[in-house]
C-alpha cells in the first residue's frame, strides 16, 4: 500500500505542462515536491498566490509564505501575491485547469464530502465549494479506509456534501480510480494490493475490466 508521499507522486504524473493547478489541504499539497522534471506548471493557492514552489528546506521558512493550508511555502520566480478576492476571481472564471483536493468520502456518481463531519467544530468550508463548482477537472487525494476500516468509495455520501457529481478521478493507497458512468472504474492497482483488498475497501459499485496494471511511481 501507499502512503501518503506515495500518493502524491503518483498524482504528480497526471500535471501536464502548461497547466494552471490548485492544491488542496493536506496530501495534496505534497504534490507540488513532486512535479514532473520537463514540464512548466503554475500552482495556485486559494489564499492569494501564483506560481507557488516546493515546501522550503528546514532553516530556509519564510512565515510570511503560507499556503491555504497555512504552511510554509517557496514561490518562483515570475509568482504573483494578491488578495483572495483576486484568487477566487480566477477560480470562479475557470481559469484553474486541475484542482488535486483530498476528501472523507467520495460517491460512485462523483459526489464529494470533504468539508465537515457532523458534531464536530469546523472553521468553514473554506475554497473547496467554490473549486469543485469551477475546475475543469478534479482529483481526490485520500485514504480509501477510514480508522474503523470502512470504506470511502461509497454508493452515496453520508458526510454533508461539498460538491455534485464533480470528481473525475481518485487516488488512494489501493489503486487509481476513473469515477464515471456512477462506478469507480480500476484504473491501477498499487504494488503488492490484491484485488480481493480492492473489493472489500470499495463499497460503491467497483468496476475491473481486464488486467489491472501495476501503479507506475
Not at 492569494?48 to 515546501?55: D, E
Not at 528546506?57 to 519564510?62: I, L, Y
Not at 515570475?78 to 488535486?100: C, E, N, P, Q, W
Not at 468520502?105 to 465537515?116: M, P, Q, Y
Amino acid at each position: 500500500m501507499l502512503d501518503k508521499t506515495g500518493i502524491a507522486r503518483r498524482i504528480a504524473k497526471e500535471v501536464k505542462d502548461g497547466m494552471y493547478v490548485n492544491l488542496g489541504i493536506g496530501i495534496p499539497t505534497l504534490v507540488a515536491n513532486y512535479i514532473p522534471e520537463g514540464i512548466s506548471v503554475v500552482l495556485q493557492s486559494e489564499n492569494g498566490l501564483l506560481g507557488m514552489g516546493p515546501f522550503p528546506f528546514e532553516g530556509e521558512e519564510d512565515a510570511d509564505l503560507i499556503n491555504a493550508g497555512k504552511q510554509t511555502i517557496t514561490t518562483l520566480p515570475g509568482s504573483a501575491i494578491f488578495d483572495s478576492a483576486m484568487s477566487f476571481g480566477m477560480i470562479r472564471a475557470g481559469k484553474v485547469d486541475l484542482t488535486i483536493l483530498g476528501a472523507m468520502e467520495v460517491s460512485e456518481n462523483g459526489d464529494i464530502a470533504n468539508w465537515k463531519i457532523p458534531g464536530k467544530m469546523v472553521k468553514g468550508m473554506g475554497g473547496a465549494m467554490d473549486l469543485v463548482a469551477s475546475a475543469q477537472n478534479i482529483i481526490v487525494a485520500m485514504q480509501q479506509v477510514n480508522k474503523n476500516g470502512e470504506s470511502k468509495l461509497l454508493k452515496t455520501c453520508s458526510l454533508p456534501l461539498t460538491g455534485v457529481k464533480c470528481v473525475k478521478k481518485v487516488v488512494t493507497e489501493l489503486g487509481v480510480y476513473e469515477v464515471k458512468n456512477n462506478a469507480f472504474y480500476l484504473l491501477e492497482m498499487a504494488k503488492g494490493v490484491t484485488i480481493q483488498q480492492i473489493k472489500e475497501a470499495t463499497s460503491g459499485k467497483l468496476v475491473i475490466e481486464g488486467k489491472i496494471p501495476e501503479m507506475n511511481l
